[in-house]
């Protein structure tokens, strides 16, 4: 699992001063393990610019631009990009600057054209196209903010960030969620934690025991209807985008980005579905038998006997935790989206995904065991992130209870080859949100 340093200092504020040995060492106190650590390089000679004008050379595919660099400067830059608008704030490359592809910009000639900089996309100030929006590749890094001459531009696409990859233990699927982990981390450095676990009361509102629901295969199952807004399908920010790019995920739109971060910080996917292709009620069920599904990936799976699927009354319309159908796929025509999140059987999930070759983030997410209040708290998170739905239809197993815990303070002392008080053991436990009381100091109720 990708974590990096700017999302966790989000929620973390004076993680900043945290050293990154001082991190590794931490995180190995918690039983987890840094893999490695990953930082972009230094580009000198890199600035914000702007867009004074623009205009396409005939008989070639490239625009003659002038390019505010400064309060008082402006070079022509000669550029092969489209999409280009005036006013808009850009990445310029100057005299002298060395790119990770090895190139060194220096002034030249074009077509007769002198050129004095290049205007930057982003793969040519990382050399990394695999997390571009595909809309985005040959396009180049247009900014909503930034001061035009400021040589900060790296913290304004994420590439000021670091990122580490931690290996979590199988048996703590909580951990990959971002709260979870910052929460511990938080206690763990005895620093403030600015984030919130808690659900919105207003989640369970659209609670049913009716939905068809085959129960040994599945924990929870949340439907949340939205109707589509242009803003809604166009491209998000790039503070957005350089979230989900630096944990490797490509951006595709403002809704579905938005859903790839809250499943980053709770670790539950989440699948959207176009409404109007989706005919009566939902469920989730095993396949009765051999079964192909042409999935939005444009390949055809071939399906087997209890292969957990969500269905509608007429057909499958996605594999549960692995991959939606193409059939129900959103389209620049969509106005209404339902949104699933899910909590299946892990061991089928994870059985299925490597039979049909069909490994995606969802069912690796889905591939453990999680906790049913994380997907609570999704639901919870979409409606804050997205706004109220129009409908909500939400069914699970069992109601969700907080469980309680005993605490035997001696066994807990023998096992750790050190003596800890019983009020360490008390103020540790409330820190981290388990309550107990007076009359009953060795059972805590679970957060």
């Not at 909503?144 to 703590?172: C, F, H, M």
């Amino acid at each position: 699992m990708l974590f990096t340093r700017n999302l966790i200092t989000k929620f973390i504020p004076d993680f900043v001063n945290i050293t990154d040995e001082r991190f590794v060492n931490v995180i190995n106190a918690l039983g987890m393990e840094v893999e490695s650590i990953t930082k972009y390089p230094t580009i000198n000679n890199v600035v914000v610019g702007q867009i004074v004008s623009f205009q396409q050379v005939e008989g070639t595919h490239l625009n003659l631009c002038q390019v505010k660099i400064n309060t008082v400067q402006t070079n022509t830059i000669v550029c092969g990009a489209s999409g280009l608008k005036a006013g808009a704030k850009v990445l310029v490359a100057l005299q002298g600057a060395q790119l990770p592809n090895g190139i060194t910009i220096q002034k030249r000639t074009i077509h007769g054209m002198e050129s004095n900089g290049m205007i930057c996309a982003y793969s040519e100030l990382t050399n990394n196209k695999d997390v571009v929006a595909d809309a985005e590749q040959d396009e180049i890094i247009m900014l909503e903010e930034g001061e035009v001459g400021s040589s900060k531009w790296q913290e304004l696409i994420g590439l000021d960030d670091t990122i580490y990859d931690i290996t979590v233990p199988a048996n703590r699927n909580d951990e990959n969620a971002y709260l979870v982990f910052c929460y511990e981390l938080a206690h763990k450095l005895d620093l403030k934690f600015n984030g919130s676990l808690k659900v919105d009361s207003n989640v369970l509102k659209g609670f049913t025991n009716r939905m068809d629901v085959d129960q040994s295969i599945c924990n929870f199952l949340g439907f949340i209807d939205y109707n589509i807004s242009a803003e809604s399908t166009g491209r998000s920010d790039w503070k957005l985008k350089s979230i989900l790019m630096n944990h490797g995920i490509k951006p595709i739109n403002k809704l579905l980005d938005t859903l790839a971060f809250i499943s980053l910080l709770t670790n539950c996917p989440t699948h959207v579905y176009d409404v109007d292709k989706l005919h009566g009620h939902m469920s989730c069920k095993t396949s009765a038998g051999e079964l192909k599904f042409a999935a939005l990936n444009s390949k055809t799976y071939t399906l087997a006997t209890n292969d957990v699927l969500i269905c509608d009354e007429t057909q499958p319309v996605s594999i549960a935790a692995i991959i939606g159908s193409d059939n129900t796929k959103l389209s620049n025509n969509t106005v209404r989206a339902r949104i699933e999140v899910g909590n299946f059987n892990f061991a089928q999930v994870r059985t299925t995904a490597i039979r049909i070759n069909c490994e995606t983030d969802a069912s690796k997410k889905a591939s453990r065991p999680l906790s049913t209040y994380l997907n609570l708290l999704t639901v919870s998170l979409i409606r804050k992130h997205i706004g109220i739905p129009t409908k909500q239809t939400i069914w699970y197993r069992s109601n969700w209870n907080r469980q309680h815990i005993n605490v035997d303070y001696k066994m807990l002392s023998w096992f750790i080859h050190e003596h800890l008080s019983k009020s360490f053991v008390i103020n540790s436990l409330r820190k981290l949100g388990y309550e107990n009381n007076f009359f009953f100091p060795s059972r805590f109720k679970i957060p």
